[in-house]
């Protein structure tokens, strides 16, 4: 999956409306720097992805939290995406091929 940096921008606002842009982009950065996202341009936009293919550290659910599918989930997301913004094959094939494992 891949999102350009405006609309990440805007979906994170969405969630934390009191962010700043700013401050979302030095966020972004410092993942960019750990080497859990990359940037790729492509066609004047600036595109994210994820570069592993689990999450880069644990969590837990909140207690009485009934579906605990993470995979569900971000599939979810995936599908809610498409309809946000439709991302060039190209820039999907080059999300898909720069993933690697993590190891914990």
Known sequence: MAVSA?????CVLSLLP?????DIFNKLYC?????WLKKFAYSNKDYCYATVDI???????RP???VKDSLRRKL????????IE????????KA???RRPLAK
């Open 86 to 93: 439709r991302v060039p094959p190209y820039v999907l094939n």
């Open 96 to 98: 898909a091929g720069d």
């Open 18 to 22: 009191d962010a700043r842009a700013d």
């Open 6 to 10: 405006s609309v990440l921008k805007d």
């Open 76 to 83: 979810a997301i995936r599908e809610a995406m498409k309809d």
């Open 64 to 66: 009485g939290v009934h």
């Open 31 to 35: 993942l960019v720097i750990a080497g």
């Open 55 to 61: 999450d880069p550290f644990d969590y837990h659910y």
